[in-house]
Every structure is written in C-alpha cells, then in structure tokens.
C-alpha cells in the first residue's frame, strides 16, 4: 500500500500548517499516474496520522487527469493510467500534470481554513 509512503508526506505538510491545532479537513490534489484509491489513503491516513492532531480529519483527493506530450510525435493525450502516447506508443513523453500530489486546503477546528500560497492562481484549467 504505497499511500502510506504518501500519506507521510501530506501529513507533515498539514501539521506544519497547522501549528498544532486540531484538523477537520484536507483537501489533498492527487495525479492519476499516482494511482491512489481514496479508500486506502484513507485507511493510511488514520495509521499514519494516530495520535496526531490530524487524526480524526477528514481527507478529500481533488484528483487531477494525466496530461502528457509525446517527445515523438508532439501529440499530447490525457492517458487513463500509464504515461504512454496512444498514438505511437512512445513511453518518451513529457508529463504536463498528473503526476503531482499536493495539499490544497486544511481547514481547523472552528473552522479557519488555510489555503496552500504556492497554488493561487496556478490551478491548471479543468476542461
Ligand atoms: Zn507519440
């Protein structure tokens, strides 16, 4: 269950923001070419984040589609899973988005939500 691995790495992010305080809510953005299922992230989260104060939040994944462009023949696709061209077949492909896992929002007990700086006005456009 490789979202443990992940897990540990969102949850230090929360906790720092934090400070400490009691956490209601993550809102976690995930790639697909991650291939995390929200049930064992889920399941990862309450082991890893035991005894923190994260431990009773609740996780929601803001899943964001593979985009990719084939090195190749320059077409760019948006895979299910692997980063391969569909059209060629090519594995040498250049990853546009996808393959990024990044906390977007923790929201406190009370109900003061923070806001990760580094995406304000970078959200890639959902079409
Ligand atoms: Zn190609």
């Known amino acids: 269950m490789h979202e443990v691995g992940l897990c540990e790495g969102v949850l230090g992010v929360v906790l720092e923001a934090s400070g400490g305080r009691p956490v209601r809510r993550v809102r976690v953005r995930v790639g697909t070419l991650l291939r995390v299922w929200p049930e064992s992230f889920d399941q990862a989260w309450r ?4 005894a923190t104060p994260a431990e009773d939040a609740a996780v929601e994944l803001d899943e964001v589609p593979a985009r ?6 320059r077409h760019e ?12 077949g090519s ?3 250049d990853v546009l988005a996808g393959d ?3 906390v977007e929002e ?3 007990e009370g109900g003061a939500v923070l806001r990760n700086p580094a995406l304000d006005g970078s959200r890639p456009k959902e079409e």
């Not at 696709?77 to 060629?88: G, W």
Request: net charge negative; aromatic share 0%; glycine share 4%.
């Open 100 to 102: 990024e896992l990044v």
């Open 68 to 73: 990719i462009r084939c090195r190749s023949c």
């Open 106 to 108: 923790v929201e406190l």
């Open 77 to 88: 696709a948006e895979p299910e899973d692997l980063p391969l061209c569909p059209r060629c």
């Open 91 to 93: 594995s040498h492909v």
């Open 47 to 50: 082991l890893v984040g035991e």
